[in-house]
């Protein structure tokens, strides 16, 4: 009986199941935010599985990693000097809560919106689901009535 125990644990604890749940992808999440910083979208290719869902997704955006991959270009487009900092980084399980600041200068028309060249700074949190080293699922919010508001969409 007393071996039984150690075995017993050591099986638990060796599971692919618990394997997964030990994982730490704290790390590996920063390479989605990297691709936005340097306008890199093979850096999406690494992190982002071939069945990757946006929640919820932008109007007319595709599906799986092309859809992420419009999103950068549309935004480093719109916003040249585009800055995503990461400010608090959480893991439970599989899942990886990011709290971020967004920032840029307007340069080109956003969500049909003429550029005025001003400044937006946003807070977004994304919540990044991952499956074999991929993110499989984000969930994110964008506080964008801030950033219209900065870029002066409202002014009559």
């Given at each position: 009986?007393?071996?039984?125990?150690?075995?017993?644990?050591?099986?638990?604890?060796?599971?692919?199941?618990?394997?997964?749940?030990?994982?730490?992808?704290?790390?590996?999440?920063?390479?989605?935010?990297?691709?936005?910083?340097?306008?890199?979208?093979?850096?999406?290719?690494?992190?982002?599985?071939?069945?990757?869902?946006?929640?919820?997704?932008?109007?007319?955006?595709?599906?799986?990693?092309?859809?992420?991959?419009?999103?950068?270009?549309?935004?480093?487009?719109?916003?040249?000097?585009?800055?995503?900092?990461?400010?608090?980084v959480?893991?439970?399980?599989?899942?990886?809560?990011?709290r971020?600041?967004?920032?840029?200068?307007?340069?080109?028309?956003?969500?049909?919106?003429?550029?005025?060249?001003?400044?937006?700074?946003?807070?977004?949190?994304?919540?990044?689901?991952?499956?074999?080293?991929k993110?499989?699922?984000?969930?994110?919010?964008?506080?964008?009535?801030?950033?219209?508001?900065?870029?002066?969409?409202?002014?009559?």
């Open positions: 009986m007393k071996h039984f125990l150690p075995l017993l644990l050591a099986l638990m604890f060796c599971s692919p199941i618990h394997a997964e749940k030990m994982k730490t992808y704290k790390k590996d999440v920063t390479i989605w935010y990297e691709a936005f910083n340097k306008n890199d979208s093979t850096l999406l290719d690494k992190i982002l599985s071939e069945n990757w869902v946006d929640i919820p997704p932008a109007p007319g955006q595709p599906s799986g990693p092309a859809g992420a991959k419009q999103i950068l270009v549309e935004l480093t487009k719109t916003f040249p000097d585009l800055k995503v900092t990461i400010q608090d959480l893991q439970e399980g599989n899942k990886v809560v990011v971020s600041e967004i920032s840029g200068t307007q340069k080109a028309s956003f969500m049909g919106f003429p550029s005025k060249s001003r400044k937006l700074v946003i807070q977004a949190i994304d919540i990044h689901e991952f499956k074999d080293g993110i499989i699922r984000t969930w994110h919010t964008e506080d964008w009535m801030t950033g219209f508001h900065q870029l002066d969409v409202f002014a009559k």
